[in-house]
C-alpha cells in the first residue's frame, strides 16, 4: 500500500477550513481497494441533470430477477478476443469523470467504493452521515461484499436517496492482458472481462438494479476493457476527486478535499473502512457544503443517457 506523508499533528477543522486551496496533499494514497491516482483530474464535460432522484434501475428497485440483455460470454470473447490494448488508466477515455453542472448552487457527485478485497466491513456513520444531511450518492458494491453485508446492501439498494453501481464481481483491475495494479493483478482475458462486470451485473439484477456505471477495483482498466463494459451497456466511472486516499487521508484532508471540490466534481471515497478518517471527514464537509447550499446528485443525474 502507498500511502503519503502525514503531519504530526492533525490541524482543526477551523484551521483547514482556514488554509482551504493551500493545503496540499502530494501524491494521493493509493489502497488496494480504493480508486489509484490523482486528487484531481480528468477531462470531458458531460451534462447534468436538473431532474430528481434517478435510481439505478427505473420502476423496478426490489423486484426480484429484473432482467438483463447482455451479450453472452462468447459474444465477447469473440469481438475482442484478438484485441490489444493501447492504454492503461485510472481514467480511460471514455469514462465518467467530471460533469457540466448546471447554473445556480455548486454540484457535486458523491461516490462511495464498497470493495471486495481484503476488508469486507461497513461504515455505518458515513451511511447515517449522507442520510442525515439528505446528500445523494452513488454506491459501487463489489458483490462479495454485498453478499457479505446481504441485509445492509438491501436497505442501501431500497433507499431512494441512493443509486447503486457496479464495482464488478472479484475486485480486480479491469484487462484484457491480466495487468496488475497496487500488487492486484487484473483480469487476464476478453472472457474474464465479462465475468468481473457481467457477473456482479447479474447478481444486482436479481436485486432489481440495472446498472449504469461500473467502476473497476483499483479503478484501472484498458482501452479495450472500457470498449467491453460499454459493449454491456454500462460506462466506466472514474472520478475527478480522490477525496479519501483509498480511505488512508486523515480526516480533515478528507474534508478539505471535498469541500473545496468545484462544481461539477465527481468525489471518490470508501464505504468499507470504518477506522479511516472517511466518514468524519464527510461528515464534517457536508455540515459546511450543505449550509452554503451545495447541491449533491447521483451519477446518473450528472450524467444523464443521450
Given at each position: 500500500m502507498h500511502r503519503t506523508s502525514r503531519p504530526a499533528t492533525q490541524p482543526s477543522r477551523r484551521q483547514v477550513l482556514a488554509r482551504g486551496a493551500a493545503l496540499t496533499i502530494s501524491a494521493p494514497a493509493l489502497a488496494s481497494c480504493a480508486a489509484p491516482g490523482r486528487g484531481r483530474g480528468g477531462t470531458g464535460p458531460s451534462t447534468v441533470s436538473p431532474s430528481g432522484p434517478v435510481r439505478s434501475a427505473p420502476g423496478a428497485h426490489g423486484a426480484a430477477g429484473a432482467a438483463l440483455d447482455l451479450p453472452d460470454r462468447s459474444e465477447i470473447e469473440d469481438r475482442f478476443g484478438n484485441r490489444l490494448?493501447?492504454?492503461?488508466?485510472?481514467?480511460?477515455?471514455?469514462?465518467?469523470?467530471?460533469?457540466?453542472?448546471?447554473?445556480?448552487?455548486?454540484?457535486?457527485?458523491?461516490?462511495?467504493?464498497?470493495?471486495?478485497?481484503?476488508?469486507?466491513?461497513?461504515?455505518?456513520?458515513?451511511?447515517?452521515?449522507?442520510?442525515?444531511?439528505?446528500?445523494?450518492?452513488?454506491?459501487?458494491?463489489?458483490?462479495?461484499?454485498?453478499?457479505?453485508?446481504?441485509?445492509?446492501?438491501?436497505?442501501?439498494?431500497?433507499?431512494?436517496?441512493?443509486?447503486?453501481?457496479?464495482?464488478?464481481?472479484?475486485?480486480?483491475?479491469?484487462?484484457?492482458?491480466?495487468?496488475?495494479?497496487?500488487?492486484?493483478?487484473?483480469?487476464?482475458?476478453?472472457?474474464?472481462?465479462?465475468?468481473?462486470?457481467?457477473?456482479?451485473?447479474?447478481?444486482?439484477?436479481?436485486?432489481?438494479?440495472?446498472?449504469?456505471?461500473?467502476?473497476?477495483?483499483?479503478?484501472?482498466?484498458?482501452?479495450?476493457?472500457e470498449e467491453i463494459v460499454e459493449a454491456l451497456g454500462q460506462r466506466i466511472a472514474s472520478f475527478s476527486v480522490n477525496a479519501d486516499g483509498g480511505a488512508t487521508f486523515p480526516a480533515p484532508a478528507v474534508m478539505a478535499e471535498a469541500v473545496r471540490a468545484p462544481s461539477g466534481s465527481v468525489l471518490i471515497g470508501h464505504m468499507n473502512r470504518p477506522l479511516s478518517g472517511t466518514a468524519e471527514g464527510i461528515e464534517a464537509a457536508l455540515s459546511v457544503l450543505s449550509a452554503e447550499g451545495v447541491r449533491f446528485v447521483t451519477m446518473s443525474e450528472a450524467f444523464p443517457e443521450d
Amino acid at each position: 500500500m502507498h500511502r503519503t506523508s502525514r503531519p504530526a499533528t492533525q490541524p482543526s477543522r477551523r484551521q483547514v477550513l482556514a488554509r482551504g486551496a493551500a493545503l496540499t496533499i502530494s501524491a494521493p494514497a493509493l489502497a488496494s481497494c480504493a480508486a489509484p491516482g490523482r486528487g484531481r483530474g480528468g477531462t470531458g464535460p458531460s451534462t447534468v441533470s436538473p431532474s430528481g432522484p434517478v435510481r439505478s434501475a427505473p420502476g423496478a428497485h426490489g423486484a426480484a430477477g429484473a432482467a438483463l440483455d447482455l451479450p453472452d460470454r462468447s459474444e465477447i470473447e469473440d469481438r475482442f478476443g484478438n484485441r490489444l490494448p493501447r492504454t492503461w488508466s485510472t481514467h480511460p477515455a471514455g469514462a465518467a469523470v467530471r460533469f457540466s453542472a448546471p447554473p445556480g448552487p455548486r454540484t457535486l457527485a458523491l461516490t462511495f467504493d464498497a470493495c471486495g478485497g481484503t476488508v469486507l466491513q461497513f461504515d455505518r456513520r458515513l451511511i447515517e452521515t449522507l442520510r442525515a444531511h439528505r446528500a445523494k450518492a452513488t454506491l459501487f458494491v463489489n458483490q462479495r461484499w454485498a453478499e457479505h453485508h446481504s441485509r445492509e446492501f438491501e436497505q442501501l439498494a431500497q433507499d431512494p436517496l441512493f443509486e447503486i453501481g457496479n464495482h464488478g464481481t472479484r475486485h480486480v483491475p479491469l484487462s484484457v492482458s491480466g495487468r496488475s495494479a497496487w500488487g492486484i493483478r487484473g483480469t487476464a482475458s476478453a472472457g474474464e472481462v465479462w465475468d468481473e462486470v457481467a457477473g456482479c451485473a447479474r447478481f444486482l439484477a436479481e436485486h432489481g438494479l440495472r446498472p449504469r456505471f461500473f467502476r473497476p477495483g483499483t479503478a484501472f482498466a484498458d482501452d479495450v476493457a472500457e470498449e467491453i463494459v460499454e459493449a454491456l451497456g454500462q460506462r466506466i466511472a472514474s472520478f475527478s476527486v480522490n477525496a479519501d486516499g483509498g480511505a488512508t487521508f486523515p480526516a480533515p484532508a478528507v474534508m478539505a478535499e471535498a469541500v473545496r471540490a468545484p462544481s461539477g466534481s465527481v468525489l471518490i471515497g470508501h464505504m468499507n473502512r470504518p477506522l479511516s478518517g472517511t466518514a468524519e471527514g464527510i461528515e464534517a464537509a457536508l455540515s459546511v457544503l450543505s449550509a452554503e447550499g451545495v447541491r449533491f446528485v447521483t451519477m446518473s443525474e450528472a450524467f444523464p443517457e443521450d
